[in-house]
């Protein structure tokens, strides 16, 4: 059955960094874009980035562009996200999901499977 | 980019009942509309796309309707587990975007 498993949360300092992890099992990886959403504590659901099946494509909400970076190691079946420069309002459950359909690119591809979520906490 | 509205912002319904909620796109959107489960605690499940199609192992008595701009999640018959807030999100276009989400909770 489809899994992803997120890891790498914790308590993090403003303005340092921290690297998130989502692996992937019982599909074929390479073959789905994946996403960060992230919700804070209390809110709602904000998309933060997808990459593309073969990581060629990627896109960034406003909010974290320049200091967050999405990538993927097909090899390891696992999504990355790389924080820097975090900020209090960055604090949140961070989940990631795949696209429903192979190969897509560009959007216009819905989500299915869904990880449990790891949490973000920005605090001094 | 493009903002989706959901009404109501909450609703108290009983067991059985008929509930809708409405979700809006600042833009149209043509079909490309998700609707999503969450309860306290839990990750998001997808229970349609695509406006309409309920994704694999979702029950019927979820349905979606709705192409443009408007956009209507129906549960037919609440049960006990379908007590959580639901939300739409748009794919038609970067960045996607969530509604704020409809609370729906026992009367």
């Known amino acids: 059955q489809v899994q992803l498993v997120e890891s790498g949360g914790g308590v993090v300092q403003p303005g340092r960094s921290l690297r998130l992890s989502c692996a992937a099992s019982g599909f074929t990886f390479s073959s789905y874009g994946v996403h960060w959403v992230r919700q804070a504590p209390g809110k709602g659901l904000e998309w933060v980035a997808v990459?593309?099946?073969?990581?060629?494509?990627?896109y960034y909400a406003d909010s974290v562009k320049g200091r967050f970076t999405i990538s993927r190691d097909n090899s390891k079946d696992t999504l990355y996200l790389q924080m820097n420069s975090l900020r209090a309002e960055d604090t949140a459950v961070f989940f990631c999901?795949?696209?429903?359909?192979?190969?897509?690119?560009?959007?216009?591809?819905?989500?299915?499977?869904w990880g449990q979520g790891t949490l973000v906490t920005v605090s001094s | 980019d493009i903002q989706m509205t959901q009404s109501p912002s909450s609703l108290s319904a009983s067991v059985g009942d008929r509930v809708t909620i409405t979700c809006r796109a600042s833009?149209?959107?043509?079909?490309?509309l998700a609707w999503f489960q969450q309860k306290p605690g839990k990750a998001p499940k997808s229970l349609i796309y695509a406006a309409s199609s309920l994704q694999s192992g979702v029950p019927s008595k979820f349905s979606g309707s709705g192409s443009g701009t408007d956009f209507t999640l129906t549960i037919s018959s609440l049960q006990p587990e379908d007590f959580a807030t639901y939300y739409c999100?748009?794919?038609?276009?970067?960045?996607?975007?969530f509604g704020p989400g409809t609370k729906v909770d026992i009367k």
């Open positions: 999901a795949k696209d429903r359909e192979r190969y897509c690119t560009g959007g216009s591809c819905p989500f299915d499977f």
């Open positions: 999100q748009q794919y038609n276009t970067y960045p996607f975007t």
């Open positions: 833009q149209g959107i043509g079909n490309y």
């Open positions: 990459i593309s099946y073969d990581g060629r494509n990627k």
